[in-house]
């Protein structure tokens, strides 16, 4: 199967699975008290007040910056505090947390992240490619997954792209993953607090997969194009 046929049919599988955890979802929650729980946690994050978003930005800010993985944390923002906010908050968490590894790499911890990831030969194709094209690679690669996540946030800080031209590229297209995980894990909450499949969300889900998928074919591309 070539890499375009894995697009295409990711962006077919992730809406229907998204429909079949919100269903299974259901079924949970009503032998389980899936429900009970995660009030109970939404409950304790309100209790905090304004420090409630702010203790769960910093949260997401410190496993990004340990490489830890994130989408658990993402999921959460969701479940908690529903899709526009969850979106707000973990978009300003992960790329705050890329902009402290990118930082920490470049200029604190060089040798040893360079020690690291030196042998990679993904992250020697990508220091090259950077040279020759830089803010697009940086782009490019947040949308296809060629390197884990944390990873290259520390990669990049090896690299000669500019702090900024990395910060933003990242965050703009760090976004459409974010919006599509953080509604679905709303439609999941939804339907497991309200004991019914929440389909107008599910469909807004399932267009931000279609909209990533084409993202995603389009970047493989370019990027393809580029390492020539």
Aim: hydrophobic share 55%.
């Amino acid at each position: 199967m070539t890499d375009d046929e894995g697009v295409s049919k990711s962006g077919i599988w992730r809406p229907a699975a998204l429909i079949v955890v919100v269903v299974a979802a259901l079924v949970a929650a009503r032998y389980l008290g899936l429900g009970d729980r995660l009030g109970e946690l939404r409950s304790w994050i309100v209790s905090l007040g304004p420090l409630g978003p702010a203790v769960f930005v910093l949260i997401y800010v410190a496993a990004v910056v340990a490489a830890l993985p994130g989408s658990a944390v993402t999921v959460l923002a969701g479940a908690i505090f529903g899709s526009v906010t969850g979106v707000v908050l973990v978009s300003i968490g992960s790329t705050v947390g890329a902009g402290l590894a990118f930082l920490i790499s470049r200029y604190f911890a060089r040798d040893a992240v360079a020690s690291w990831l030196g042998k990679n030969e993904k992250f020697a194709r990508l220091d090259d490619m950077t040279k020759r094209h830089g803010a697009a690679i940086v782009a490019l690669t947040r949308l296809v997954p060629i390197f884990p996540f944390n990873l290259l946030n520390y990669g990049f800080g090896l690299t000669g792209v500019p702090f900024s031209t990395y910060l933003f590229w990242s965050w703009l297209c760090m976004l459409p993953g974010t919006v599509l995980y953080v509604a679905g894990a709303d439609a999941v909450a939804k339907a497991v607090s309200d004991g019914k499949v929440p389909w107008a969300l599910v469909g807004a889900v399932a267009v931000a997969a279609a909209v990533l998928a084409a993202l995603v074919r389009y970047a493989k591309g370019r990027l393809t194009d580029k390492g020539n």
